[in-house]
């Protein structure tokens, strides 16, 4: 049983994350051994908010299943980590992001191992085959149906795309030499007036918006320029293009973050990270 989540997710006690009140544990056991996904929202510690974790049941040929939807505080959090590491149900735990901000609802996430993988509810969209070195799409998109493969030695950037006010459409795609690739579109509604015009420029509060709500998508994008850098020539790294709004010389929200992920991200990374462009 999941509980719903959403905005007024109410606070779930453990071991009781269930509305049936079936504790971590069983809720495991009946799942069965296997490997498990753990997928936390964007969440920032000054946010005393509930934040969604999702955990999956990740099978070979199968679509993953929703084990647990719970929007947990920070201290319960830390305890489902522990008791999903302790648990011998679960072999391979493979910890990722979700799009979600605190409880809300999510529509996309990303796991980095044992290969690159983003997925929705529906199950799997878009996988790395670690052995080929490629990404294999398994959900349509336009210009890129079903089953069609992307060599990352192809890759020569990677772009994140945002629309016109009120910015609700978030575009991830690459490039090749001989072609554009969409790879996601995800929807995110802002709070920001939908009736304003769209030359108008952001107000310092809408740029911190503009910065929660494509966090995620950025975070994707620069893995994906991470694990296609570690697999062209010599390791060279390949630029990462973002949107005006999202470069950190014009918006002070990207330009704190940035600060903070300088910490924590590998030196490839960092250096593609620098790449933003107009």
Not at 34 to 59: A, C, F, W
Not at 171 to 183: D, F, N
Not at 200 to 218: A, C, D, K, Q, R
Request: with cysteine; hydrophobic share 35%; proline share 6%.
């Amino acid at each position: 049983t999941q509980s719903t989540g959403g905005p007024d997710a109410k606070f779930i006690p453990l071991p009781l994350f269930s509305e049936a009140g079936e504790g971590v544990v069983p809720g495991l056991r009946k799942a069965g051994k296997g490997h498990y996904y753990h997928l936390t929202g964007q969440y920032y510690d000054h946010d005393p908010s509930l934040t969604r974790n999702i955990v999956m049941k990740v099978e070979e040929g199968v679509s993953p299943k929703v084990v647990l939807d719970a929007a947990l505080s920070d201290s319960e959090i830390k305890i489902l980590t522990n008791i999903l590491v302790d648990s011998v149900e679960c072999r391979v735990i493979s910890s990722g992001e979700v799009d979600s901000i605190g409880s809300e609802d999510w529509n996309y996430g990303y796991v980095m191992e044992p290969g690159f993988t983003l997925f929705s509810p529906e199950g799997k969209v878009l996988e790395q085959n670690t052995q080929n070195k490629e990404l294999v799409q398994l959900h349509s998109r336009p210009g890129f149906p079903l089953g069609q493969k992307l060599w990352l030695k192809d890759i020569e950037n990677v772009f994140v795309d945002l629309s016109p006010r009120p910015w609700h459409i978030q575009t991830l795609g690459v490039r090749t030499l001989s072609e554009q690739v969409i790879l996601l579109q995800n929807e995110r509604k802002f709070a920001m007036s939908e009736d304003e015009d769209e030359n108008t420029e952001p107000t310092h509060e809408e740029l911190g918006e503009i910065m929660v709500n494509t966090e995620w998508i950025v975070k994707v994008a620069a893995q994906l320029v991470y694990i296609t850098s570690k697999n062209r020539f010599k390791n060279a790294a390949i630029p990462l293009y973002v949107p005006r709004l999202v470069q950190a010389d014009l918006n002070p929200w990207v330009a704190m973050r940035n600060s903070l992920w300088q910490n924590d991200t590998p030196d490839k990374l960092q250096d593609s990270q620098n790449n933003y462009i107009p």
